[in-house]
């Protein structure tokens, strides 16, 4: 017997091809057979579900089905016409050797295994889904554990260098194609988190580092957190606020050249009141020197 492929994804017939696409998204989230395993009854649902879906988003089918000329399986249907032959079927011819108008007509109906005739191979649909990604492992790399809208965990793959408003392919983890077709893709589009320390340009990241006055006069060995871990930076001696130091490879792991850490050195006086300071600024020589503004 026929069915309604309207009825099965919910939507009347005056829907639109996005409204279907939406119902069928929807429903086929819910009944997918990775959601419901061993559920017989779901899985037929997922299958008829699948069956509307490809017919009604083909727009020739559609409107061959909507005119009553296809059914839901998309066989033809037959036509009647009054005084058309043989219980008024038009196009029920019979085949040499064989009288019976009616099983030639359901041959071309069923298949000869009793099977309905389907749609052939067809690729499923392509997911979208948005992903905020840590802005470390935007830099350096890494994996993720993601979780589908039909349950299922991936670890996703993060490649150095992503960056806000990329999309990442997962091949294969889109919706089920029909006919043993292949599945769609999940397409997962990327938002890179912001950092309270580092800021990046291009493969290249900055930061400010914090120095004392006696750093920034005498030199000295610095500790610094790098987005790759700790190291050790030199600060030259007579060193002043704005100036940039570069870290080699510290930046935006890139392959096969990873961008630089770009540090900037911010002068930091004492919070309490120093009387030592003061006064052996206030003696100074240098103190009326003229200096660059």
Known sequence: MSWDPYAALGVPKSSSAEDIRKAYRKLAKELHPDVRPNDKESAERFKRLTAAFNLLTDEPLRARFDRGEIDAEGN???????????????????RPGRSD???????????????????????????RYRMEVDFLDAVNGGRRRVTMSDGRSLDLAIPAGLNSGQTLRLKGQGLPGTGNGPAGDALVEI????????????????MDL?????????????????????????????S????????????????????DLLVRLLIVLPRKDDPELREFVRTWPGRKADFPR
């Open 76 to 94: 033809e249907r037959p036509h009647f016409q009054p005084g058309a032959g043989f219980g008024g079927f038009a196009g029920a011819k019979t």
């Open 101 to 127: 108008a009616f099983e030639d007509l359901f041959d071309g109906l069923f298949s000869r295994g009793g099977g309905t005739r389907g749609f052939g191979q067809q690729r499923g649909e392509d997911v």
């Open 191 to 206: 938002t890179v988190a912001g950092h309270p320390a580092f800021r990046r340009e291009g493969d290249d990241v900055r």
């Open 210 to 238: 914090r120095i004392s006055l006696a750093e920034a006069v005498e030199g000295g060995k610095v500790p610094v957190v790098t987005p790759s871990g700790p190291v050790t930076l030199s600060v030259p001696a007579g």
């Open 240 to 259: 002043n606020s704005g100036d940039l130091l570069k870290l080699r490879g510290k930046g935006v792991q890139t392959r096969p050249t990873p961008g």
